[in-house]
Nanobody
Framework: QVQLVESGGGLVQAGDSLRLSCAASGRTFIGYAMGWFRQAPGKEREFVAAINWSGTMTYYADSVKGRFTISRDNAKSTVYLQMNSLKPDDTAVYYC?????????????????WGQGTQVTVSS
């Protein structure tokens, strides 16, 4: 079992930046792809970004491309999401996910483990 704990959310103004962190513990983290998803009130959970185990491949939703950057530090078992130029539409609960993802990394069902989520609120 892998435990994922997100942190770094908060209330910011449009145009500000935030960095989310996701710390993994428990069973081995080795080989796992990691992803960030978000869910706004009344909406389905949507893909934000993903990264493969080695960090050599990254994937982004069109809505965040050029503004968000996903990275990982395997020595610290931690994944990050740097969010710049935040917009009110980015307001959501952000979830970290991980697992031995074989297929498309944009699909929530591909991940075995999920964090509890961290709230990001962007005011206009």
């Amino acid at each position: 079992q892998v435990q994922l704990v997100e942190s770094g959310g908060g209330l910011v103004q449009a145009g500000d930046s935030l960095r989310l962190s996701c710390a993994a513990s428990g069973r081995t983290f080795i080989g796992y792809a990691m992803g960030w998803f978000r869910q706004a009130p009344g909406k389905e959970r949507e893909f934000v970004a993903a990264i493969n185990w080695s960090g050599t491949m990254t994937y982004y939703a069109d809505s965040v491309k050029g503004r968000f950057t996903i990275s990982r530090d395997n020595a610290k078992s931690t994944v990050y999401l740097q969010m710049n130029s935040l917009k009110p539409d980015d307001t959501a609960v952000y979830y970290c996910a991980g697992g031995p993802v074989i297929g498309p990394k944009q699909v929530p069902s591909a991940y075995n483990y999920w964090g509890q989520g961290t709230q990001v609120t962007v005011s206009s």
